[in-house]
């Protein structure tokens, strides 16, 4: 029998398995020890698994590694995806065959220039720095450099200082198979009078970082992309959105994404926020809105309406970034979850940057606030995902909270809970109790009344998932409920006797009964959901139940996930 | 519309076309052919290996076919190995090796991919005497080229 692992093709594919460490993006680091192994099996082996050890090249991991320069001098040339991020004088690449560049310092000008001339076939290109103050080459290299690619699927400009849009658009225009474009920190980009522009027919996706009113004018970029589907765009004050819109609504039929390029640290800054205005002008230019991401300061109404008057059908995914939230800020999220019937994705995230950072002590969202988003019921029903990284229901155990003891009594009593007269003590039914301060929907499917009879528990009401602290026993209950029934109650009769101590463990057990697990960024033991947030977060999930789809729901600190 | 398909050793297996036609090389046989009933010849695979072939074949009849694109990422691919697929190569490494063979020449790329995944999860860890040995494979460097390649490469050791 032929050996497989005599086979080149065979080899390379197997190599190939071994050589990536699994990453999300395109920065895929090479994990070298087994490569490493396999080309000292034999000739083959070496001949055919030597290229794919330096098929991604990253000069700051090099510098890390300790690659020797003379051996890897002459095994560039096997380099496909080059980041080139260092000052100081480094390996140099040999390569004529890269598919990927990234020229990340200015001290490396003349290897970009060299790189860029003898790589005609480059797919993706990201220069940045070319043109800094002190280590500016001849504008006209980097323009001719420039001018060698035709074949750039992926471009993206940073630091270019005192140039001319047009010089951009001769770029784009030379690399008909352009699909992606970004500037980022262009300064003082003049813009002339352009007449009849070649038209950007492949472009689809365009990224505007530069701050607007450096780059008076840059927004005529949009008029020149028949295709565009995304826009990427510096959503500050200074943004023109009058123009930006209207350059959208004559010239791009098919854009579907307007995304702010900041982050939620971003949105910080109040110079880093879409106006109202802005907001309302920008969302009705597109047809169609599918993706909307931007910073403002908070949700309104009239926004709100501009928003879903057009584009409630249409819309999958929605992100805000807000500065502060009130109850208009979530009767407004409510009124997307409940008019936007394709939606997939939801964030509202608030400016303080992390996404789960078990940050208590952070000014978080009001819970009272947020329970307006559970007014009108939700018809998302492909909604997957849900972020409210300004509500942070937990807390630390130690924080002021009376000492309740097991049962909601004070822990000075020390009552056995398998004391009959506890028992007792504990009748009731939460149909008599939810009348006073709870806010609990009575007529949920969950609500059932509840006795404690000398704290057993009846064996055929024992669910596979029910904990041994917890004694509940119903007699007269005449269907039997099912485990996750049997485990709400037990969040309600908790919730009711306001104990720190138990109620988060009995929610996070009602959770599982409904698929659901409970992740935290802190020791579960250590924590305790805060009073304000108990109901909020039984409503929640209770209307989290019901969508078929959903999978995750993020907030501060905390994180649910479905589990089956 | 049923297909059949004959081994080296002259066993028939009829299979539906649509299953059959997880195969790029049968499926162009077929194309080429035309509507017929007799059966395609694979005179390099063995009834035991297309016993197995046809097996992975019938599993994931309904799998989206996927297209080979030329600029593919390599470094996109996953090296997760589903748990049916695993149990699937749970086999002795002749057979392993026999069905990487026959993925290759019938270009089934899902049923090679698992192959090679199989293969490179053996390699992992191992120093190159260990892979030798494990795959059967004669060393033919010089003591110096030897000497010549682990210098080059002592920087990629424990990365």
């Given at each position: 029998m032929l050996h497989p692992l005599a086979l080149p093709e065979i080899i390379e594919k197997v190599g190939s398995f071994l050589a990536w460490r699994h990453a999300p993006d395109i920065t895929a680091i090479v994990k070298p020890s087994d490569l490493a192994s396999c080309v000292r099996v034999n000739r083959i082996w070496h001949q055919t698994l030597t290229p794919l050890i330096w098929t991604v090249f990253r000069d700051d991991v090099a510098a890390e590694w300790g690659i020797p320069a003379d051996s890897a001098a002459s095994l560039t040339k096997h380099v496909r995806f080059a980041y080139l991020s260092q000052g100081s004088q480094l390996i140099p690449i040999h390569s004529t065959k890269l598919r990927h560049l990234t020229l990340g310092h200015q001290d490396r000008m003349w290897d970009a220039l060299n790189l860029v001339c003898t790589n005609k076939q480059l797919a993706r290109l990201e220069w940045l720095?070319?043109?800094?103050?002190?280590?500016?080459?001849?504008k006209n290299l980097v323009r001719f450099a420039l001018s060698t690619v035709t074949s750039l699927t992926s471009l993206a400009l940073d630091c270019w200082r005192n140039s001319f849009l047009d010089d951009v658009i001769a770029i784009a225009q030379s690399n008909p198979d352009l699909q992606s474009l970004a500037l980022g920190s262009l300064i003082n980009l003049k813009v002339q009078h352009i007449t009849n522009p070649q038209l950007l027919?492949?472009?689809?996706e365009l990224r505007l970082e530069s701050h607007w009113g450096l780059n008076t004018g840059i927004e005529f970029l949009v008029r020149l992309c028949p295709r565009l589907s995304t826009l990427w765009f510096r959503a500050d004050s200074t943004c023109p959105y009058s123009a930006l819109a209207l350059n959208l609504a004559e010239c791009c039929p098919v854009v579907a994404s307007l995304k702010c390029v900041e982050g939620a640290k971003d949105a910080q800054s109040r110079n880093v926020m879409c106006t109202n205005d802005g907001v309302m002008c920008l969302v009705q230019a597109p047809h169609f809105l599918i993706h909307l991401e931007i910073p403002v300061k908070h949700l309104t109404y009239d926004m709100c309406d501009a928003l879903l008057d057009q584009h409630a059908s249409s819309l999958k995914s929605i992100r805000f970034y807000i500065q502060s939230a009130d109850e208009e800020d979530f009767f407004c999220v409510n009124e997307i979850l409940s008019r936007c019937l394709n939606l997939t994705s939801f964030a509202l995230n608030d400016s303080d940057g992390d996404d789960c950072g078990m940050d208590i002590w952070k000014q978080a969202w009001r819970a009272e606030d947020i329970c307006s988003m559970l007014v009108i019921p939700w018809n998302c029903s492909k909604l997957k995902t849900l972020q409210l990284t300004g509500a942070s229901p937990m807390c630390y155990l130690e924080d002021d909270y009376p000492d309740e003891g097991y049962f909601g009594f004070d822990s000075s009593d020390e009552k056995d809970e398998h004391d009959a007269s506890d028992g007792q003590d504990h009748q009731g039914s939460i149909s008599e109790i939810t009348t006073q301060d709870m806010d609990v929907d009575t007529d949920s499917q969950w609500t059932f009344d509840i006795v404690m009879e000398n704290g057993e528990l009846k064996d055929d009401q024992k669910g596979s998932i029910m904990s041994d602290k917890y004694k509940v026993y119903d007699p007269f209950m005449d269907i039997d409920p099912t485990p996750s029934e049997l485990a709400f109650d037990i969040v309600l009769q908790l919730l009711e006797t306001d104990s720190k101590h138990m109620f988060l463990g009995a929610f996070s057990d009602w959770l599982e009964c409904l698929g659901w697990s409970l992740q935290t960024d802190v020791e579960m033991c250590e924590l305790a959901i805060k009073k304000d947030h108990k109901h909020l977060l039984i409503e929640l999930f209770e209307c989290v139940?019901?969508?078929?789809v959903m999978d995750q729901i993020v907030m501060g600190g905390v994180k649910v996930v479905k589990t089956c | 519309m049923p297909v059949t398909l004959t081994s080296l050793d002259d066993v028939k297996f009829t299979v539906d076309k649509e299953v059959a036609e997880r195969s790029i090389l049968i499926k162009n046989m077929i194309e080429d052919v035309g509507e017929s009933d007799s059966p395609i010849p694979l005179p390099n695979v063995s009834s035991a290996v297309l016993k197995k072939v046809i097996e992975y074949c019938e599993h994931h009849r309904n799998d989206p076919v996927q297209v080979q694109d030329e600029?593919?990422?390599?470094?996109?691919?996953?090296?997760d190995i589903e748990e049916w697929d695993m149990k699937f190569m749970t086999v002795d490494q002749e057979m392993l090796f026999e069905i990487i063979l026959a993925a290759n020449y019938l270009d089934i790329k899902p049923l090679l991919d698992v192959g090679c995944k199989t293969v490179a999860n053996i390699i992992k860890g191992k120093t190159p005497e260990e892979i030798r040995k494990v795959f059967n494979i004669v060393n033919d460097f010089t003591p110096e080229e030897e000497a010549q390649i682990k210098k080059e490469n002592e920087w990629a050791e424990d990365r």
């Open positions: 720095a070319p043109f800094s103050s002190t280590h500016s080459p001849d027919f492949n472009l689809t139940a019901t969508m078929p | 600029t593919d990422d390599p470094r996109k691919r996953s090296n």
